[in-house]
């Protein structure tokens, strides 16, 4: 398959145009949409006038962005002055911004055409969305960044943004198949972005490959200033970390959890597998009392943000909000600040503590999800397998390289050290090309 850099290559020798790259992209949606559901908006026009623009842009010599023509598709959380930004629920139908992301302004700076608005959960949570999953339309994509996923998976689009605030890109990565990247808490502006929880929420990007995750990423990443959580220094180059190789073979730790009993046994079986093949490079580690209040401590920061960034929505009309939020809601109004301000020190506690841990292992080996996608009715999976990494901010990338008897795909995660993605990439990267050669 082509990537996204081999694509804008292509490009720039004049042997492939913009505008043939966004008709195929909705030559695959008119093919599949209509059963795999994947976008909340799309503007066709807007699309191949923009397609043209970066053509234009080419044949006339001018300088060309690394994402160059390149069709990419945006979470509906997204705001976007030139497309609506309804972030799946009823009560912000219509809702039109005034100015554009960060993230945004970014791609649009690399060239890249956003062809349309990815559907997501309500409110960027866990009810489910009308999305399903490309591999098989009987089961979910996993949320809240479904349609991104599945826009990716059903070959869409090369290219896809989401974010993620307790396993949002990961599991829906895994479970449709496709790979996925949450990068250090920080990298990427969250401006413009429905803001959920402000001390968790962070963007996430979807790919065919971990090379064209890592050019998304660089894209996608800089400081800003009105973002908490940005941080005014240089950015790992991700693109380059994936294409390179390691100076020795890596070194990974598997950590036995505490939810691990939620752990299907297709996916426990499959990870036994993984850890085999990578033979005397994987430690294990018992961290079911280390880790245990972990989980907790992510629940109660999000909860009690939540209540205090979305709780507008269930006063001012409960009939349009569903179960789940509105429980998460009355759950977070609960929580003192006392608990709110204690969790955040278990935060920032292990932060602390893994930012040594890296020295001695290039990457934590763990599932991406408890394993494959549930049946569509059944909701949007469980998160668990993302939680700690992402109350963590850590940076978290999943592969396609599992599945069970009936062809659902399962995902492996490896974990990074903080502000160390590129060498994540390229541990990840190295994983990929190691298993590949063991199965030959």
């Known amino acids: 398959m082509t990537t996204a850099a081999e694509l804008v290559d292509l490009l720039r020798d004049g042997k492939v145009t913009s505008r043939h790259l966004v008709e195929q992209s909705f030559a695959r949606i008119e093919e599949t949409e209509a059963d795999v559901q994947a976008?909340?908006?799309l503007d066709k026009d807007a699309a191949l006038a923009r397609a043209d623009e970066m053509d234009a842009i080419r044949h006339t010599g001018r300088p060309m962005g690394p994402l160059h023509g390149i069709p990419v598709g945006l979470k509906d959380i997204i705001d976007t002055r030139d497309m609506p930004t309804e972030c799946g629920t009823p009560l912000m139908?219509?809702?039109?911004?005034?100015?554009?992301?960060?993230?945004?302004?970014?791609?649009?700076?690399?060239?890249?055409?956003?062809?349309?608005?990815?559907?997501?959960?309500?409110?960027?949570?866990?009810?489910?969305?009308?999305?399903?999953?490309?591999?098989?339309?009987?089961?979910s994509p996993g949320g809240s960044s479904a349609g991104s996923a599945a826009a990716v998976a059903a070959g869409h689009v090369p290219l896809a943004v989401?974010?993620?605030?307790?396993?949002?890109?990961?599991?829906?990565?895994?479970?449709?198949?496709?790979?996925?990247f949450k990068p250090t808490t920080g990298i990427i502006s969250r401006r413009g972005l429905l803001s959920q929880s402000p001390v968790l929420d962070q963007v996430g990007v979807f790919a065919t490959n971990i090379e064209d995750l890592g050019l998304l990423a660089d894209v996608l990443g800089g400081y800003d200033a009105s973002d908490t959580l940005s941080y005014?220094?240089?950015?790992?180059?991700?693109?380059?970390?994936?294409?390179?190789?390691?100076?020795?073979?890596?070194?990974?730790?598997?950590?036995?959890?505490?939810?691990?009993?939620?752990?299907?046994?297709?996916?426990?079986?499959?990870m036994m597998e993984v850890i085999d093949a990578l033979g005397g490079q994987v430690e294990i580690m018992d961290a079911e009392a280390s880790f245990g209040s972990l989980v907790e401590a992510h629940q109660i920061i999000m909860e009690y943000q939540i209540a205090q960034s979305l709780g507008w929505a269930l006063d001012k009309d409960p009939d349009n909000v569903s179960p789940k939020i509105a429980d998460s809601i009355k759950r977070g109004r609960g929580f003192s600040d006392e608990a709110f301000a204690e969790a955040c020190e278990i935060r920032t506690n292990t932060i602390e503590y893994f930012k040594s841990f890296f020295r001695d292992f290039d990457a934590i080996l763990t599932p991406s999800a408890p394993g494959p996608a549930p049946r569509f009715d059944e909701g949007t999976g469980d998160p668990i397998f993302s939680t700690i990494w992402t109350l963590c901010g850590l940076p978290c990338v999943?592969?396609?390289?599992?599945?069970?008897?009936n062809g659902l795909p399962m995902g492996v995660q490896l974990v990074g050290g903080s502000e160390e993605d590129d060498r994540l990439l390229r541990t990840a990267n190295w994983m990929l090309r190691h298993l590949m050669n063991e199965n030959e």
């Not at 890109?169 to 449709?176: K, L, M, T």
């Not at 999943?398 to 008897?405: I, N």
């Open 162 to 180: 989401g974010s993620q605030t307790n396993g949002s890109v990961i599991r829906p990565a895994a479970f449709c198949g496709t790979y996925g």
């Open 232 to 270: 005014p220094r240089p950015r790992p180059g991700m693109y380059k970390g994936a294409k390179s190789e390691p100076p020795v073979e890596p070194n990974f730790i598997w950590f036995e959890m505490p939810y691990f009993d939620r752990l299907h046994d297709d996916a426990r079986a499959g």
């Open 398 to 405: 999943t592969m396609p390289l599992l599945g069970t008897e």
């Open 93 to 139: 139908a219509g809702r039109q911004p005034d100015a554009d992301a960060a993230l945004v302004e970014r791609l649009l700076d690399a060239g890249a055409v956003i062809i349309g608005k990815t559907v997501t959960t309500e409110f960027a949570f866990m009810y489910p969305s009308k999305t399903h999953n490309p591999h098989n339309l009987d089961h």
């Open 39 to 41: 976008w909340a908006y």
